[in-house]
């Protein structure tokens, strides 16, 4: 006679004598130390890792007790890890002197990768326009390949999804679906001109503007930014954009618009290399030049003041 199966599973020795918290935290992944050799950079990640102050007050604490939050990793096809969260605790290993890297490696696909990581670094106390920029582009893009609307560069966006910028992009993001798109539009900009909106010499308005222009007139642009030692004004680029869109913008045109005089524009000293070399002291280096012309003049000034005092007494 056929033995009859049950489908009643008998639970297991862990089972009996295991609490059901412990049986859920079996079931997390496991926490690992991985080999920082077999680590990689996420894939375009948009935020910058510095070896600042920050970085500096990192280290010693990964020194003095370890990396406390475990890095979090995706495990690759060619058996490699990827980071998705924790490059500047793995760099912080790295310069602590270690070879791992505490790690919890979780299943994830390219995309929840990706919203995964840009949520991660949002907790960051500063970011750079730029990283927002890439960033929200990459949250959005991942999105969309998941099936939702995330055309944020459009007005409409918010009419069609009946969502706000913080359900679409992040909870905690706390920005404008205004704000979101001109953060998108900034990813249209060459290098040069990103680079003066995170150093705050370009703001969102201008940025804007001449994100529309295409790469010829952008560099037209930075080009007479370094000769002018000025950006250019919020109208200007109204206007260089209005003169792209006609087809009118040529680099005579640049040229003359940027040359204009603006309230941010610097008065510029100039300096002839060859009699102000002849005046320093050959020890000192090249790039050491302005702080020892700065010294002098100090020097200088107070000698002007010292014999003012002894004229006027």
Do not use: W
Not at 83 to 101: P, Q, Y
Not at 219 to 238: E, G, Y
């Amino acid at each position: 006679m056929a033995e009859r199966k049950s489908d009643f599973a008998l639970p297991t020795l862990d089972d009996l004598f295991s609490t059901q918290q412990e049986r859920e935290d079996a079931k997390l992944e496991k926490i690992r130390n991985i080999p920082l050799d077999l680590i990689d950079d996420f894939p375009d990640h948009p935020f910058h890792v510095r070896d600042d102050e920050d970085m500096v007050q990192l280290v010693e604490s990964i020194k003095a007790n370890g990396v406390l939050t475990p890095a979090v990793l995706r495990q690759k096809e060619d058996g490699r890890y990827e980071i998705v969260s924790g490059h500047r605790r793995k760099r912080a290993c790295e310069l602590a002197g270690l070879t791992t890297l505490r790690s919890e490696i979780k299943d994830l696909t390219r995309d929840e990768a990706i919203v995964y990581m840009v949520e991660s670094n949002f907790q960051r106390t500063t970011i750079l326009p730029s990283e927002k920029a890439f960033a929200y582009k990459m949250r959005l893009e991942a999105i969309k390949r998941q099936g939702q609307r995330t055309d944020l560069t459009s007005a409409t966006l918010l009419q069609k999804l009946g969502k706000t910028s913080r359900e679409i992009i992040a909870e905690n993001s706390g920005e404008s679906h205004e704000q979101v798109r001109k953060y998108i539009r900034l990813t249209n900009l060459i290098p040069e001109l990103l680079q003066l909106v995170d150093e705050g010499r370009i703001k969102m308005r201008p940025a804007v503007e001449l994100s529309y222009l295409d790469e010829d007139s952008q560099r037209d642009v930075a080009l007479q930014i370094d000769i002018n030692d000025c950006t250019p004004s919020h109208d200007q680029t109204i206007r260089m954009r209005k003169m792209f869109e006609s087809g009118k913008l040529t680099t005579e045109v640049v040229e003359a618009i940027m040359s204009e005089e603006k309230p941010n524009q610097r008065e510029r000293i100039v300096l002839h290399g060859d009699r102000v070399r002849s005046l320093i002291p050959k020890s000192v280096k090249l790039k050491d030049t302005e702080d020892y012309v700065c010294k002098a003049l100090e020097h200088y000034r107070r000698y002007l003041r010292s014999r003012a005092e002894r004229d006027g007494r």
